[in-house]
């Protein structure tokens, strides 16, 4: 029988729905186990924040957004004021030409220049954050991470890419299983290199417009995407694999962000947590929001940070409080063994989308 296992608390906000969307999807042919990390909640068609072991491929459980993920750079800057910082941050609007980078288009995968060195809407950002507190300093040394250091955190995904393969799916399967596993997984490793190219031209602008030299990433992670392990399809939607490896767990744009060392076993499908989650629906959160905060407020966080973003519904969408807490979120990792916090970092400017009137 199929297990549902859910690495909460019972401090944590865990929405029933989340829950139901972990059996119903425990009950698909084939399902092995889900479990349900503390960054749980429900999606379309299937629970964000969760990762799901099966002896079928359901690309649904993917979604539409393959190769989304979050990626860390240091940035190496002398000094750091965030209004200044902000002024300068390139329009990530606007795709790039390819030769910008010295990309052929045959160097980008499944040669999808649509909206290549954009991070897109929704919850992605590019934020230059500083690292607050340093909380496993061999694990940050290692890193080349101390406090004070300015770091770049991108999460993005394959912008349209993701989305074609999965609805060419389903105009055919609904949410069915695949029909052709290899082809799909080939045109998924596609986007999910896609995905990743697109975190390092993201970087690679922030960095040209700021004045700081570019670097490879020392954490990148996609948190969206279906692995072959052990005979079976391990299914990720909103989960980092958490395996030894290094990941970004994201707070808000008005609170810390926490890089952990993930050491998640089988009982939790080698994966951790990807961010805070939302607690609030964008619905919820708008209507909330608007009666709880002005523009600027959210514009100016008492981080102190400054939010780039024109778009003044995404505001009200994205604010913080719509978002679980990230401490709650790390506590439950902490105590099931799953990770060990490595550093906080706390935002500087965070770029959702462009502000052209207040340039």
Request: glycine share 12%.
């Amino acid at each position: 029988m199929p297990t549902v296992t859910v690495f909460a608390s019972d401090d944590s906000w865990i929405e029933s729905g989340a829950v139901t969307q972990c059996h119903q999807v425990a009950a698909l042919d084939g399902m092995l186990h889900v479990a349900g990390m503390p960054d749980l909640h429900p999606g379309k068609g299937a629970p964000i924040g969760a990762a799901m072991t099966s002896t079928v491929l359901y690309p649904h459980l993917v979604g539409s957004d393959i190769g989304c993920g979050i990626a860390v750079f240091p940035f190496p800057l002398k000094r750091a004021v965030p209004e200044r910082l902000a002024a300068r941050f390139p329009d990530l609007d606007v795709p790039i030409d390819p030769a910008w980078a010295d990309l052929g288009e045959d160097d980008v995968p499944a040669g999808h220049l649509e909206g290549l060195g954009t991070v897109g809407r929704g919850n992605h950002f590019a934020e230059l954050a500083r690292v607050k507190e340093v909380l496993d300093a061999g694990h940050a040394a290692r890193l080349g991470l101390a406090a004070g250091d300015l770091v770049l955190i991108v999460h993005s995904g394959s912008r349209g890419l993701g989305e074609r393969i999965l609805r060419e799916h389903t105009e055919v399967h609904g949410a069915g299983p695949a029909a052709d596993p290899a082809g799909y997984l080939a045109r998924h490793d596609a986007a999910v290199a896609w995905g990743a190219l697109n975190r390092r031209l993201i970087a690679a602008r922030v960095a040209d417009a700021l004045g700081a030299a570019p670097a490879e990433p020392i954490v990148d992670q996609c948190h969206n995407l279906v692995e072959v392990r052990d005979g079976a399809y391990l299914h990720r939607k909103g989960a980092a694999p958490g395996d030894g490896r290094d990941v970004l767990v994201a707070g808000t744009r008005g609170t810390a962000s926490y890089l952990v060392a993930a050491h998640a076993a089988a009982h939790a499908g080698h994966s951790v947590a990807h961010g805070a989650g939302r607690k609030m629906s964008r619905a919820d959160a708008l209507v909330r929001n608007r009666a709880k905060h002005t523009v600027e407020q959210l514009r100016r966080p008492p981080t102190g940070s400054v939010v780039v973003c024109g778009d003044r519904q995404l505001l009200f969408e994205e604010a913080p409080g719509a978002y679980k807490r990230i401490e709650q979120v790390i506590r439950d990792l902490v105590a099931h063994g799953l990770a060990t916090p490595v550093v906080s970092t706390v935002p500087v400017v965070t770029y959702k989308t462009a502000d052209k009137g207040r340039r």
